[in-house]
């Protein structure tokens, strides 16, 4: 090692110390457990959290250790979910009613209103957004899933760290979750939310954050329901079975949560790399999971247990990250997923045999997709060049372009579509929400 390697590392080395004496360790610091043979998937005291809540600047590649989501000491919930201690880092929510909107003159101040009516078409258009609605502070992050349409059309978007709900039906914002004040904590150190999921009945909201967070609401109440034993990294993927909740972080683990039981923690499996999608097929027999590193995995729908060795029943391969994916509601066990901007080749795999059936080339990043089971069709979401929103018609094997949306002018990160498949929902990086006929 010559001087100069030396130098580095005591520099290193020092400025490690130096963070773990203040604020806890790295990152690459190993934690506490490492002599252990076996990770602890026990509900355990968060002593020492991930800071996460900016967006990467770049991305890593795939951490090939074990990472450790927990530690050892033994973690008291209450009735409510909530741990018998408080950790300040904890983010809790509170509802607030929409405010009827004024006639405000300002179109810039109008413009920053969330939801706020931007420009409306009087006839529909082939290819044209009916309405262009405001979305200021949507955070322009590809691994991030902030757009979600309940099974009663109530859509629900993530626009910084707070949650707005909108009413499809009446167009109407119904109000939002914003962050309760909190003493001491800086407004810069509020988590922003990463991804967010309706259940199938409609009736919770789960809201998982980058500091690793979960909490369920029932918006119709207007109260939260219960906060889930938190990841230790960002929460990139929540997907519901049923009554239960899977949710997936940037250290590889998932977990598999029932919120009725008094200790929630079901099951858990982990993978190597960072998980950036998790579906649940619609009739909860299988688990998909898109890894950062091109890994499409399925895991069968047996979920009792916590287990380090559980291995998926299938695991497939595409040149990209497995972000954007979604199973075929009416041909089982077919799942199509998207390749980012190396990639750009939407794809359709038979998961009994491991093999794409099908392929098509978009030239461009797929952001999201959307299965739309009543038009039979398949809506993918795109960035560079065109920033656009495409529709596919799908029989098996055939997969054909049918139209093209056009709007938005950067690229359009999140899909939703209303539950008869009249309407796709899109939410893109240039702050706007726009709202298509099908």
Same mark, same amino acid.
């Given at each position: $090692?010559?001087?100069?390697?030396?130098?580095?590392?005591?520099?290193?080395?020092?400025?490690?110390?130096?963070?773990?004496?203040?604020?806890?360790?790295?990152?690459?610091?190993?934690?506490?457990?490492?002599?252990?043979?076996?990770?602890?998937?026990?509900?355990?005291? *968060?002593?020492?959290?991930?800071?996460?809540?900016?967006?990467?600047?770049?991305?890593?590649?795939?951490?090939?250790?074990?990472?450790?989501?927990?530690?050892?000491?033994?973690?008291?919930?209450?009735?409510?979910?909530?741990?018998?201690?408080?950790?300040?880092?904890?983010?809790?929510?509170?509802?607030?009613?929409?405010?009827?909107?004024?006639?405000?003159?300002?179109?810039?101040?109008?413009?920053?209103?969330?939801?706020?009516?931007?420009?409306?078409?009087?006839?529909?258009?082939?290819?044209?957004?009916? $309405?262009?609605?405001?979305?200021?502070?949507?955070?322009?992050?590809?691994?991030?899933?902030?757009?979600?349409?309940?099974?009663?059309? *109530? *859509?629900?978007?993530?626009?910084?760290?707070?949650?707005?709900?909108?009413?499809?039906?009446?167009?109407?914002?119904?109000?939002?979750?914003?962050?309760?004040?909190?003493?001491?904590?800086?407004?810069?150190?509020?988590?922003?939310?990463?991804?967010?999921?309706?259940?199938?009945?409609?009736?919770?909201?789960?809201?998982?954050?980058?500091?690793?967070?979960?909490?369920?609401?029932?918006?119709?109440?207007?109260?939260?329901?219960?906060?889930?034993?938190?990841?230790?990294?960002?929460?990139?993927?929540?997907?519901?079975?049923?009554?239960?909740?899977?949710?997936?972080?940037?250290?590889?683990?998932?977990?598999?949560?029932?919120?009725?039981?008094?200790?929630?923690?079901?099951?858990?499996?982990?993978?190597?790399?960072?998980?950036?999608?998790?579906?649940?097929?619609?009739?909860?027999?299988?688990?998909?999971?898109?890894?950062?590193?091109?890994?499409?995995?399925?895991?069968?729908?047996?979920?009792?247990? *916590?287990?380090?060795?559980?291995?998926?029943?299938?695991? $497939?391969?595409?040149?990209?990250?497995?972000?954007?994916?979604?199973?075929?509601?009416?041909?089982?066990? $077919?799942?199509?997923?998207?390749?980012?901007?190396?990639?750009?080749?939407?794809?359709?795999?038979?998961?009994?045999?491991?093999?794409?059936?099908?392929?098509?080339?978009?030239?461009?990043?797929?952001?999201?997709?959307?299965?739309?089971?009543?038009?039979?069709?398949?809506?993918?979401?795109?960035?560079?060049?065109?920033?656009?929103?495409?529709?596919?018609?799908?029989?098996?094997?055939?997969?054909?372009?049918?139209?093209?949306?056009?709007?938005?002018?950067?690229?359009?990160?999140?899909?939703?579509?209303?539950?008869?498949?009249?309407?796709?929902?899109?939410?893109?990086?240039?702050?706007?929400?726009?709202?298509?006929?099908?």
């Amino acid at each position: $090692m010559g001087q100069n390697d030396r130098v580095s590392y005591k520099r290193f080395k020092r400025r490690i110390i130096q963070r773990s004496g203040s604020e806890g360790p790295a990152a690459s610091t190993p934690l506490a457990t490492w002599r252990q043979c076996q990770p602890s998937f026990e509900l355990d005291t *968060v002593r020492q959290r991930l800071e996460l809540d900016s967006p990467p600047r770049h991305r890593e590649p795939a951490r090939r250790g074990p990472h450790r989501e927990t530690e050892n000491t033994p973690r008291t919930f209450t009735a409510e979910g909530r741990p018998a201690t408080e950790n300040a880092l904890q983010q809790g929510w509170v509802w607030r009613a929409a405010v009827p909107e004024r006639g405000d003159s300002d179109k810039r101040r109008h413009a920053l209103q969330p939801f706020a009516l931007l420009d409306k078409t009087s006839t529909s258009q082939q290819g044209k957004s009916v $309405m262009k609605l405001a979305a200021p502070s949507l955070l322009n992050d590809y691994y991030t899933n902030l757009l979600d349409c309940s099974c009663n059309g *109530v *859509v629900a978007l993530a626009l910084g760290a707070s949650v707005y709900i909108w009413n499809s039906e009446t167009r109407a914002l119904a109000g939002s979750l914003d962050p309760s004040p909190q003493p001491g904590l800086a407004c810069h150190r509020t988590p922003s939310i990463s991804c967010l999921s309706w259940s199938r009945d409609g009736s919770t909201l789960c809201v998982g954050t980058r500091r690793g967070e979960i909490q369920l609401w029932d918006v119709e109440r207007k109260r939260n329901m219960r906060r889930l034993p938190s990841h230790l990294s960002v929460v990139r993927g929540l997907s519901w079975k049923q009554q239960l909740l899977s949710s997936g972080s940037a250290l590889g683990r998932i977990h598999h949560l029932d919120p009725r039981a008094p200790e929630p923690l079901v099951g858990a499996v982990v993978q190597e790399e960072e998980v950036c999608g998790l579906q649940w097929s619609p009739g909860g027999d299988w688990l998909a999971s898109g890894s950062t590193e091109g890994l499409l995995r399925i895991w069968g729908g047996d979920i009792a247990g *916590v287990t380090w060795s559980r291995q998926p029943i299938t695991t $497939m391969r595409q040149p990209s990250a497995v972000k954007a994916m979604g199973w075929c509601p009416w041909q089982r066990k $077919m799942i199509a997923t998207g390749g980012g901007w190396n990639d750009g080749e939407l794809r359709v795999w038979d998961t009994d045999s491991g093999t794409c059936v099908t392929s098509a080339n978009t030239n461009s990043q797929i952001c999201s997709l959307r299965w739309a089971e009543k038009n039979k069709c398949l809506v993918t979401s795109h960035g560079l060049p065109h920033h656009q929103v495409n529709c596919w018609s799908w029989e098996f094997p055939s997969l054909s372009p049918v139209y093209q949306l056009s709007g938005h002018s950067h690229r359009v990160l999140h899909l939703a579509v209303n539950p008869d498949g009249t309407q796709i929902f899109s939410a893109g990086a240039d702050q706007q929400f726009h709202i298509w006929d099908v």
